[in-house]
């Protein structure tokens, strides 16, 4: 039998999960509603990608009784609120990353979702790429040794979108760019806590960090480093340095194509989408959706791959980070 999904929201990131959902088998995946703020946008959603449902309210569709989850892309300033709209009418959740806007956020979140006993995953879709699971089959085999040091870098130029600069929009190069690093550097060390967090920033007149970059410190001297800045251009790759060799993502981190394994080059190319899309490789959005999927059939209330715990620690780090460099938004002393 298909999951069947809402849309929460009918933006550009709910645009390229829905390309991507459609890249599954239909007997797997169905899209079969979604609500935006105004019906509307709903209703030309709904066209585009030929769902049958739509709802001019998130109530509307937390009421729906035809879905078993629902995948939430509205932007991280609303992730609490929305989320408890869902979880508290008994609906599974997917919702995009950052989960919320501080650990305490997080905290409400996962409670909401264990008070309801539903499914809740942070939709960080890097880990479930194909070559991301080969990165933690290479790391848990030993294939290059014990992992000492960890690198990587997600910078591009977004100053002139409005949701990268505005403070009341959630922006900050953590939580929009740096948190992809940081949640490779956590999971290269196995969801470790870091033992010191090191963080120094450049900061637009906004009040959000327009470049960060951090220093992770773990047990047994190991170290990871990452630069998140939303003002310039690098290659955004991420390097992995174990006692034995070398992992390297030569590109797009976030999205990972392609593996370096000691020189050896491997492909894990993403399907094509059948509509135009917003973002590189959206279509690989498909990968945690079909994880939701499987949890479900096994009847989890969360992932082994992007846990509960996962989230909690990645929130606790951005708030240090933020902390360091003095990124404060309306969230925090509510």
């Not at 069947?4 to 169905?30: M, N, Y």
Request: negative net charge; charged residues 20%.
């Amino acid at each position: 039998m298909a999951t069947r999904w809402g849309i929460c929201a009918a933006g550009k990131i709910s645009h390229d999960f829905t390309v991507g959902l459609k890249s599954l088998p239909s007997e797997d995946h169905q899209v079969v509603a979604v609500a935006a703020r105004n019906l509307s946008d709903a209703q030309e959603f709904g066209k585009k990608h030929n769902i049958p449902q739509t709802y001019g309210s998130y109530e509307d569709l937390a009421n729906d009784p035809n879905i078993d989850v629902v995948y939430i892309g509205v932007i991280h300033p609303y992730h609490l609120k929305t989320c408890q709209i869902f979880t508290n009418a008994k609906k599974n959740v997917l919702c995009e990353k950052p989960l919320a806007m501080n650990s305490r956020e997080v905290q409400e979140i996962l409670a909401s979702a264990k008070k309801n006993n539903v499914f809740l995953m942070e939709a960080v879709w890097t880990r479930f790429f194909p070559a991301s699971v080969e990165v933690r089959r290479l790391l848990a085999q030993g294939e290059v040794g014990q992992a000492k040091y960890v690198r990587s870098e997600f910078c591009v130029p977004v100053l002139h979108v409005e949701r990268s600069v505005k403070k009341e929009l959630g922006a900050g190069a953590m939580l929009d760019l740096g948190i992809y690093c940081l949640q490779f550097s956590l999971m290269v060390f196995n969801g470790e806590k870091p033992e010191s967090v090191q963080a120094t920033a450049t900061c637009l007149e906004t009040g959000v960090d327009e470049t960060v970059i951090v220093t992770l410190k773990f047990s047994g001297n190991r170290l990871a480093v990452f630069t998140g800045s939303s003002s310039f251009l690098l290659p955004n790759e991420a390097v992995v340095v174990g006692t034995k060799g070398t992992i390297k993502i030569p590109d797009h981190m976030w999205c990972p194509t392609t593996l370096d394994v000691n020189g050896k080059v491997t492909e894990y190319p993403v399907p094509e989408p059948y509509l135009p899309i917003n973002f590189i490789r959206s279509t690989g959005m498909r990968y945690q959706a079909e994880e939701v999927r499987q949890c479900l059939l096994k009847g989890l209330k969360e992932s082994s791959i992007m846990s509960h715990a996962d989230s909690v620690l990645l929130a606790e780090l951005e708030d240090e980070v933020r902390r360091q460099i003095g990124v404060v938004y309306s969230q925090d002393s509510s």
